[in-house]
């Protein structure tokens, strides 16, 4: 500030993370945006908590304080799926754990509070988004209302922020209190007024807070109902303002922001980062480490896509950036992989190409374009759409143009590929240009599980799918010469699941010779089915007889957890004693001395 001779900034960033002054870290996308717009933006990195005065350091801020608990939502970046504290954390300094406090916006939005009286507070990020209205959190394992209520900041911005921030920019900087924002995509405000509250065509009333956290059958259905209005409003063109009551106060969801168009997303993702972390971090931390480990996973990565049409249950991307697919052009992409190569520490290896599916680069059928994405089909899953448009030829286009650029020896392809959407593809000209160029050795993909009616409940294709993409796999290796392996990620514990889907999982495993080092055990996080399926014990989406919500199996407490991820991992002898408890409880004993 001294240098560049501000006596204010306009607006200064909280973040959980460390600061990385990159495009996959959000606190410098959105202030190098702000910037870009002539706003004077500062940063405060995982302020101490202990201590006011950690938010005083820039001064009070002509326009807002911008708060965000990170990368992650705070609760998850702290503890483990078992609710045990996590041992370090890949987004803070020297990746040493304890820079982040638990429920981060609430934390971070009452110490601004206290260190400036009346400043206006936004909130947004991952926690913001994810916990915007209300919902279930695993850790005190009760239901909680929208966050916008318990921190009480001024307005919450939901989603991916570039548009809606820069309107709120605007609106602050001529003079409208941030508490008096209304109207912008992609933002929820709160009153105490019912006169304030939007009415009539285009505004649905969600079940109310008090209605919805009734430890009842009645009211885990009404939890379930508004998950399922709230789902269904997740798309830019075709969404409704959504309104929740929580005591004698209300939640106004405004319509989701548009995404970026691929000229907007270009220009966001090639703004002036520096592309390291802070110096600050170059001096060890407590424990001896320098850096940000975060910050290797996507040093020498691209960017190429956000939003995900697969909508898997247990994931949020539906709720935060959306099943809209954006893409990043040819042109751009190739500017930043030159700008990798010119590094020095560049060693020829581009580690990714991709977003939350790689092989997802544009949108899942043309009527998305018109009409937006639909509310009541899914596009993958266990019964994929008819209208889905399978076609992976601007992908492979992208590949071989980075491929061919001098200095690149191998571009990888890390963050995830969609098999079911692959198989689907008669032209097999990508699976062979993945297994010939793409991987080294092996391939990680996400059957997560091999029985069909938990599958189903995952929105994942069936296990004859995963199958024939495995014999596709092997075939297309064999043809090329090259002894390459699949590495298949499972999740235990999901919905639905219990000790009899374990071991179909188990008896597969056996049957094919491989056994998993790593297993996921599920995580009810903020803002998924999968999460409102695991409170209420019901599947929203099926109907029994009665018309009522079918009541599905749930895994609660780490033991059955425990059970359930020895038996895939039966070959260990820790978990001998486990596989037979598990075994005899579901009535298989004789499969003991086979698992």
């Not at 890390?414 to 692959?422: E, P, Q, T």
């Not at 007889?545 to 038996?567: F, K, V």
């Amino acid at each position: 500030m001294e240098v560049r001779g501000w006596e204010e900034c306009d607006f200064i960033i909280v973040s959980g993370d460390a600061y990385v002054d990159h495009p996959s870290f959000a606190s410098a996308l959105l202030g190098r945006l702000l910037e870009s717009r002539g706003y004077r933006t500062g940063i405060i990195p995982q302020p101490d908590v202990t201590d006011s005065k950690a938010f005083t350091v820039l001064g009070r801020p002509r326009l807002a304080f911008l708060v965000s608990a990170g990368a992650m939502d705070s609760m998850v970046s702290n503890y483990t799926a078992n609710n045990k504290p996590r041992s370090e954390d890949a987004y803070a300094h020297g990746g040493e754990k304890g820079h982040r406090p638990d429920r981060a916006l609430l934390v971070y939005t009452a110490k601004i509070r206290e260190a400036y009286k009346g400043i206006s507070v936004v909130i947004g990020g991952i926690e913001a988004s994810l916990r915007r209205m209300t919902h279930y959190d695993y850790w005190s394992d009760k239901i909680r209302r929208s966050i916008l209520l318990d921190s009480k900041a001024d307005l919450l911005v939901y989603g991916m922020g570039e548009h809606p921030l820069i309107e709120v920019a605007e609106q602050l900087a001529r003079g409208v209190p941030a508490s008096g924002i209304r109207g912008i995509r992609g933002t929820c405000w709160r009153t105490g007024k019912s006169s304030d509250v939007p009415q009539g065509s285009g505004v649905i009333r969600l079940p109310s807070y008090e209605t919805v956290s009734e430890n009842t059958e009645e009211g885990r259905t009404l939890f379930a109902e508004s998950f399922l209005l709230q789902e269904a409003n997740t798309d830019a063109v075709n969404a409704d303002i959504l309104v929740e009551q929580a005591d004698n106060r209300f939640v106004v969801q405004e319509r989701p922001a548009f995404p970026l168009s691929t000229e907007e997303f270009d220009a966001v993702m090639e703004l002036s980062y520096i592309r390291r972390w802070h110096p600050i971090y170059d001096k060890p931390a407590a424990n001896g480490k320098t850096g940000v480990p975060a910050l290797q996973e996507v040093l020498f990565s691209l960017t190429s896509c956000r939003g995900c049409f697969g909508a898997c249950s247990f994931c949020a991307i539906t709720f935060h950036q959306g099943r809209s697919i954006q893409a990043r052009s040819h042109e751009s992409l190739i500017r930043e992989a030159k700008l990798l190569i010119s590094r020095s520490d560049f060693k020829g290896y581009i580690h990714d190409v991709g977003g939350p599916t790689a092989n997802f680069r544009h949108p899942s059928c043309d009527r998305q374009k018109t009409f937006g994405i639909c509310k009541n089909r899914q596009c993958l899953g266990s019964d994929p759409c008819p209208n889905l448009e399978v076609d992976h030829t601007d992908y492979i286009a992208l590949l071989r143009e980075l491929r061919s650029l001098p200095g690149v020896k191998k571009v990888f392809i890390r963050s995830g590929i969609r098999f079911d959407y692959l198989v689907m593809d008669n032209d097999l000209t990508f699976l062979e240009e993945l297994c010939r160029y793409h991987i080294s050795g092996q391939l990680k993909v996400a059957p997560e599980s091999v029985s069909d009616p938990v599958l189903r409940l995952m929105r994942k294709s069936t296990h004859a799918v995963y199958e024939h993409f495995v014999a596709e796999y092997d075939r297309m290796n064999k043809k090329l010469g090259l002894k390459q392996y699949i590495v298949p990620y499972y999740i235990v514990a999901h919905p639905g699941a219990g000790l009899n889907e374990a071991i179909e999982t188990a008896l597969y495993l056996k049957k094919t010779g491989f056994i998993p080092d790593q297993i996921q055990d599920f995580y009810p996080t903020p803002g998924s089915l999968s999460t409102c399926m695991y409170y209420t014990g019901l599947d929203p989406y099926s109907k029994d007889r009665n018309g009522s919500m079918r009541h599905i199996h749930i895994a609660r407490g780490t033991h059955e957890r425990r059970l359930q991820r020895a038996l895939i991992q039966f070959d260990r002898p820790e978990n001998r004693q486990l596989v037979r408890e598990a075994l005899e409880q579901a009535g298989r004993t004789d499969l003991i001395g086979i698992l």
